[in-house]
């Protein structure tokens, strides 16, 4: 059952999400060709400085899944009524101090850009329309936390994709007819009031057991006092970097940042589906059969390994061929600088095991440490090297504060407080695999190396080639080290007789 809604989840939320992102490409190219950079930095400078608001929810959704867990698995409504009332009455306050830092924001949005033309007048009024928008987001939490938590994502997530796919279809069409960046604002700010709309009918449908009226239970608020510093540490690690740039190095390089974010974010969010569509089964899974947890860990681990390096691998040698066909050669960077931005996305890939069993754990106290360390080391490192090698800097910084704060402390703190095991065999497992990942990248980069690729058409063909040859090489080293493991748990491949026998 675990694993059936966890595919469920997945599937619901990832399919949709492949088709706006092949959408997103187009958006983002038509908002470059007719509102020019500046509008289009602007624009995406605006989206990481509001993702800071959500510090005012300070961590609530995920404190209020772990304290749900149980009373759903026990089907006691009287105890999920009175949870997520407490949680409807703090997303109230919630929202009034958003809209005090939003206000606060307004009036000095133009301290967060370089340079510009653009007009004081036009970035207020852009920011309040993106603020809103994001404000309006978070009015359906207490009722999306209940699918969240039950395994029932895909009950909503669908229609939500849905919608928006059909946002950022009807922005492309705004954007050639009209070229106004306000349209745009205001089409997502009433599809936001859409998604709300449409939340709240299937909770009521899916759930009407729960009443907000019970008496409210905020058992969620200890939880959420632990989860405040990740909640910045998140923040910083996902959304420093475009203020950075836009402050530092000026729109243009906003722009060109964004065209390589984008691709690997897009992938990452997508991937990351794995990790939120398991969360609520990982955290059944401690509280029925705890034992098992270590196994499923290491398990867990060899799959994002795998989805890792069969993605990454081939990306770091054609995402810069695809920005200069797409995007145009004046938004490339160089080869040194390609390399750090897939390593972000690999590593953002293979830390989803240990933040969804820390998580699901409720471990956020005891790992507070490595998101103290991560703030400090990211800021400070990124500040210091950019002024030094520009772009890469600021890319080599946040590396290493993940991989400092991550992966030297969070798997000695689950070994201890959960696994009660050799942690060694987690390590071992991640040097076997990282083998793996340098071998096939210097092979497959002295093979690219020498091509020209001149077209999308010639792109997507070497593209093809090499993600074959690379999955095929990782298949067989992970068959021969007896990692594949994770495939029998995909059911319909064990139902193909030719798959099933590799897999076996």
Same mark, same amino acid.
């Given at each position: 059952?675990?694993?059936?809604?966890?595919?469920?989840?997945?599937?619901? +939320? =990832?399919?949709?999400?492949?088709?706006?992102?092949?959408?997103?490409?187009?958006?983002?190219?038509?908002? =470059?060709?007719?509102?020019g950079t500046e509008q289009l930095g602007i624009y995406q400078l605006y989206g990481q400085i509001l993702s800071y608001l959500s510090l005012a929810e300070l961590g609530l959704t995920s404190a209020v899944m772990f304290y749900l867990y149980k009373p759903i698995s026990e089907?006691? $409504?009287?105890?999920? /009524?009175?949870?997520?009332?407490?949680?409807?009455?703090?997303?109230?306050?919630?929202?009034?101090?958003?809209?005090?830092?939003?206000?606060?924001?307004?009036?000095?949005?133009?301290?967060?850009?370089?340079? *510009?033309?653009?007009?004081?007048?036009?970035? #207020?009024?852009?920011?309040?329309?993106?603020?809103? *928008?994001?404000?309006?987001?978070?009015?359906?939490?207490?009722?999306?936390?209940?699918? +969240?938590?039950?395994?029932?994502?895909?009950?909503?997530i669908l229609h939500i994709q849905i919608l928006l796919i059909i946002r950022h279809l009807l922005e492309i069409i705004l954007i050639v007819l009209f070229k106004n960046l306000y349209l745009v604002l205001i089409i997502e700010v009433l599809f936001a009031i859409f998604q709300?709309?449409?939340?709240?009918?299937?909770?009521?449908?899916?759930?009407?057991?729960?009443?907000? *009226?019970? @008496?409210?239970? $905020?058992?969620? %608020?200890?939880?959420?006092?632990?989860?405040?510093?990740?909640?910045?540490?998140?923040?910083?690690?996902?959304?420093?970097?475009?203020?950075?740039? /836009?402050?530092?190095?000026?729109?243009?390089?906003?722009?060109?940042?964004?065209?390589?974010?984008?691709? *690997?974010?897009?992938?990452?969010?997508?991937?990351?589906?794995?990790?939120?569509?398991?969360?609520?089964?990982?955290?059944?899974?401690?509280?029925?059969?705890?034992?098992?947890?270590?196994?499923?860990?290491?398990?867990?681990?060899? #799959?994002?390994?795998?989805?890792?390096?069969?993605?990454?691998?081939p990306l770091s040698v054609m995402i810069t061929p695809f920005v200069k066909i797409w995007y145009g050669s004046d938004l490339i960077v160089n080869n040194f600088t390609t390399i750090l931005f897939v390593f972000i996305l690999f590593y953002g890939i293979i830390r989803i095991? !240990?933040?969804?069993?820390?998580?699901?754990?409720?471990?956020?106290?005891?790992?507070?440490?490595?998101?103290?360390?991560?703030?400090?080391?990211?800021?400070?490192? /990124? !500040?210091?090297?950019?002024?030094?090698?520009?772009?890469?800097?600021?890319?080599?910084?946040?590396? !290493?504060?993940?991989?400092?704060?991550?992966?030297?402390? @969070?798997?000695?703190?689950?070994?201890?407080?959960?696994?009660?095991?050799?942690?060694?065999?987690?390590?071992?497992?991640?040097?076997?695999?990282? !083998?793996?990942?340098?071998?096939?990248?210097?092979?497959?980069?002295?093979?690219?190396?020498?091509?020209?690729?001149?077209?999308?058409?010639? %792109?997507?063909?070497?593209?093809?080639?090499?993600?074959?040859?690379?999955?095929?090489?990782?298949?067989?080293?992970?068959?021969?080290?007896?990692?594949?493991?994770?495939?029998?748990?995909? /059911?319909?491949?064990? @139902?193909?007789?030719?798959?099933?026998?590799?897999?076996?």
């Amino acid at each position: 059952m675990r694993t059936r809604n966890t595919i469920f989840n997945l599937l619901s +939320d =990832l399919l949709p999400q492949i088709i706006i992102a092949i959408i997103s490409f187009f958006r983002v190219k038509i908002f =470059l060709e007719y509102l020019g950079t500046e509008q289009l930095g602007i624009y995406q400078l605006y989206g990481q400085i509001l993702s800071y608001l959500s510090l005012a929810e300070l961590g609530l959704t995920s404190a209020v899944m772990f304290y749900l867990y149980k009373p759903i698995s026990e089907k006691n $409504y009287k105890k999920i /009524s009175a949870i997520l009332s407490g949680v409807k009455r703090a997303f109230n306050y919630v929202l009034l101090a958003m809209l005090v830092i939003g206000l606060l924001l307004t009036f000095n949005i133009k301290f967060f850009v370089k340079d *510009t033309d653009l007009t004081n007048t036009f970035l #207020m009024i852009t920011f309040i329309l993106t603020f809103l *928008t994001n404000v309006l987001g978070y009015l359906t939490t207490p009722y999306a936390v209940m699918f +969240d938590s039950g395994q029932e994502k895909y009950k909503y997530i669908l229609h939500i994709q849905i919608l928006l796919i059909i946002r950022h279809l009807l922005e492309i069409i705004l954007i050639v007819l009209f070229k106004n960046l306000y349209l745009v604002l205001i089409i997502e700010v009433l599809f936001a009031i859409f998604q709300n709309v449409i939340i709240r009918y299937l909770f009521k449908k899916n759930y009407p057991e729960v009443k907000f *009226t019970e @008496k409210k239970d $905020y058992c969620f %608020w200890k939880k959420t006092k632990e989860l405040i510093p990740h909640k910045i540490g998140t923040l910083v690690a996902n959304n420093i970097d475009v203020i950075i740039v /836009s402050k530092v190095l000026g729109l243009t390089a906003v722009v060109v940042y964004n065209c390589y974010y984008y691709i *690997t974010n897009m992938l990452s969010t997508m991937i990351n589906k794995i990790g939120s569509a398991s969360l609520a089964s990982v955290g059944n899974l401690m509280v029925s059969d705890s034992k098992k947890s270590y196994n499923v860990f290491l398990e867990y681990n060899s #799959m994002l390994f795998f989805i890792a390096t069969i993605i990454c691998i081939p990306l770091s040698v054609m995402i810069t061929p695809f920005v200069k066909i797409w995007y145009g050669s004046d938004l490339i960077v160089n080869n040194f600088t390609t390399i750090l931005f897939v390593f972000i996305l690999f590593y953002g890939i293979i830390r989803i095991v !240990l933040n969804t069993f820390t998580g699901a754990a409720g471990l956020f106290k005891e790992t507070l440490v490595c998101t103290i360390t991560e703030i400090v080391l990211n800021i400070t490192l /990124s !500040l210091v090297l950019i002024n030094y090698i520009g772009m890469a800097g600021l890319l080599l910084g946040t590396s !290493l504060a993940l991989i400092i704060s991550e992966y030297f402390i @969070k798997p000695g703190i689950l070994n201890k407080h959960v696994f009660k095991d050799k942690i060694y065999k987690y390590y071992f497992d991640c040097l076997k695999y990282s !083998l793996l990942v340098v071998v096939n990248y210097i092979f497959i980069y002295f093979i690219i190396s020498n091509i020209n690729i001149t077209n999308l058409f010639y %792109w997507f063909m070497i593209g093809v080639i090499i993600f074959i040859v690379n999955f095929i090489i990782t298949f067989i080293y992970y068959k021969l080290i007896n990692r594949i493991e994770f495939l029998s748990r995909i /059911s319909f491949l064990n @139902k193909i007789k030719f798959i099933n026998k590799f897999i076996r």
